[in-house]
């Protein structure tokens, strides 16, 4: 009888699935944000993406540490710049390099198209390129449609 009770109590474990399956976690969060993700991803206003980060927020914190780190090389850059743009009171939906606000001073200038050269770069496209892939391959969906 003493050796049933392990046996019993690991298939109960078993069953009730103590511990989820992190793909299968993140995958379903892929799926709750879809819609949201694809919204923003057809807007034509420059600072919707901004609107996104909250939800790459919480699709980094479901990711499986295979993909965590490219998570963070998308997410850190997007935050960088929506600090340089508040930091210098300039609305993300109206700033263009090309005419940047009058009131703008070179040293905000620059640290504005920094912090947009970071989310330019290869190594921001090449890991977002890495979370499109991981959703299409592992979830057997995109981020957005």
Known sequence: MTRAAPVLLLAVLALSGCSGDPQET?????????????????????????????TYDD???QAPRDIA??????????????????????????YTSDEPPAD?????????????REVGSE????????????ALDVCGTPLSR
């Open 26 to 54: 993140y995958c379903e969060a892929v799926s709750e944000h879809q819609a949201e993700l694809t919204d923003i991803a057809a807007s034509e206003d420059t600072g919707a993406l901004f609107d996104a980060l909250d």
């Open 59 to 61: 699709l980094r914190q």
């Open 69 to 94: 780190d490219d998570w963070d090389a998308v997410i850190e850059p997007l935050r960088a710049l929506e600090k340089a743009l508040a930091d210098n009171g300039v609305d993300a939906s109206s």
């Open 104 to 116: 703008l001073d070179e040293a905000g200038r620059q640290e504005i198209e920094a912090a947009a």
């Open 123 to 134: 190594q921001t496209v090449t890991a977002m390129a890495a979370v499109e892939q991981h």
